[in-house]
């Protein structure tokens, strides 16, 4: 399952994607937040994190302001491999080497047709084995 969760920078620009995912015919869960009021970050942060930890198939998408946030939060969590992307090129690169599980994106900065094709990627491209299965691994003991 895809989950997406923003704070209130991030919340455009989740509309906007909410609406890029159901164009794909791809199923998602949206946990918030529900409008451009002020929020803390954290919460929704932790709330997609606890979902994606729940299966190995789960991903993510987090948006704030500037992404630092939101990545700083995720990857706090054994299991939880966040990336920060500003590229299409940078979010395959994070799937391939990094096998990154929840793609972070920033809300204010960048364009829309930026981040559905960092989208794109992140949901096509599949992580390589050996050497990087074995570092990401390494990450997590």
Not at 64 to 79: D, E, V
Not at 98 to 125: C, K, P, Q, W, Y
Request: aromatic residues 8%; glycine residues 10%.
């Amino acid at each position: 399952m895809l989950y997406i969760a923003s704070d209130h920078a991030g919340f455009t620009r989740k509309e906007m994607l909410k609406k890029y995912l159901g164009k794909l015919g791809v199923e998602f869960v949206d946990l918030g937040t529900d409008s451009t009021e002020s929020v803390d970050f954290p919460i929704y942060a932790k709330k997609l994190v606890s979902k994606v930890l729940t299966s190995t198939d789960n991903k993510g998408i987090l948006i704030c302001g500037s992404g630092i946030g939101m990545s700083i939060c995720a990857n706090r969590y054994k299991g939880i491999r966040a990336g920060l992307c500003t590229s299409a090129k940078l979010a395959k690169l994070a799937r391939q080497h990094n096998d990154i599980n929840v793609l972070v994106l920033r809300g204010r900065f960048g364009t829309d047709i930026s981040a559905r094709h960092m989208v794109r990627e992140f949901l096509r491209t599949q992580a390589f084995d050996g050497k990087y299965a074995k570092r990401m691994q390494m990450i997590d003991s």
